[in-house]
T-cell receptor, first 114, second 113 residues
Framework: DAMVIQNPRYQVTQFGKPVTLSCSQT?????MYWYQQKSSQAPKLLFH???????NEADTPDNFQSRRPNTSFCFLDIRSPGLGDAAMYLC?????????????FGPGTRLLVL | GESVGLHLPTLSVQEGDNSIINCAYS??????FIWYKQESGKGPQFIID?????DKRQGQRVTVLLNKTVKHLSLQIAATQPGDSAVYFC????????????FGQGTILTVHP
């Protein structure tokens, strides 16, 4: 089945130690998104790629970076995780970024910072 | 600023009852709305969507109603089952934010057997 896959499902890192979360998709969608979701809150968009074009949200900290080496894969890099970065990180995809485009989410990676 | 919000943060129902989850939005340019279901420890799952040129759309056991006059959206779940227990988010896009979803705060639905 076509889907959005995130690995690992759980990630533990140390304060200040760089960590990378990965997302892959078999939907062949042009757009890939990264969201941060803290407990009991709605997902918050960090950035997205339309094809190779990177679009950062204005309030996304510089500590968060992303890479998209090809259509199928997208990575979230947290350069120096702080305790406040502990959250669920969700990857989503959509066919395009136009009107009426539904976003499909992966299962998420829960990040714990010690 | 633009926002999408929910009236009720929690909703408890008995199995077999109908559930109604509400959502208010403030961006009058919003023209596409989606309801997501998020179970504990999982990503949001698409349930149903509606375009602004419609006021009602039905799926399997779910109905979404859109009232553009008062900028209100609702999700009705018929014959609610324990497996429906989850957090439900409404999300909207439109205006200057095509392709970007703005999420509401979420409603926790608990279904008691």
């Amino acid at each position: 089945d076509a889907m959005v896959i995130q690995n690992p499902r759980y990630q533990v890192t140390q304060f200040g130690k760089p960590v990378t979360l990965s997302c892959s998709q078999t939907l062949n969608h042009n757009v890939m998104y990264w969201y941060q979701q803290k407990s009991s809150q709605a997902p918050k968009l960090l950035f997205h790629y339309y094809d190779k074009d990177f679009n950062n949200e204005a309030d996304t900290p510089d500590n968060f970076q992303s890479r998209r080496p090809n259509t199928s894969f997208c990575f979230l890099d947290i350069r120096s995780p702080g305790l406040g970065d502990a959250a669920m990180y969700l990857c989503a995809t959509s066919r395009s970024n136009g009107w009426l485009e539904t976003q499909y989410f992966g299962p998420g990676t829960r990040l714990l910072v010690l | 600023g633009e926002s999408v919000g929910l009236h009720l943060p929690t909703l408890s129902v008995q199995e077999g009852d109908n559930s109604i989850i509400n959502c208010a939005y403030s961006n009058s340019a919003s023209d596409y709305f989606i309801w997501y279901k998020q179970e504990s420890g999982k990503g949001p799952q698409f349930i149903i969507d509606i375009r602004s040129n419609m006021d009602k759309r039905q799926g399997q056991r779910v109905t979404v109603l859109l009232n553009k006059t008062v900028k209100h959206l609702s999700l009705q779940i018929a014959a609610t089952q324990p497996g429906d227990s989850a957090v439900y988010f409404c999300a909207e896009s439109g205006g200057t934010s095509y392709g970007k979803l703005t999420f509401g705060q979420g409603t926790i639905l608990t279904v008691h057997p």
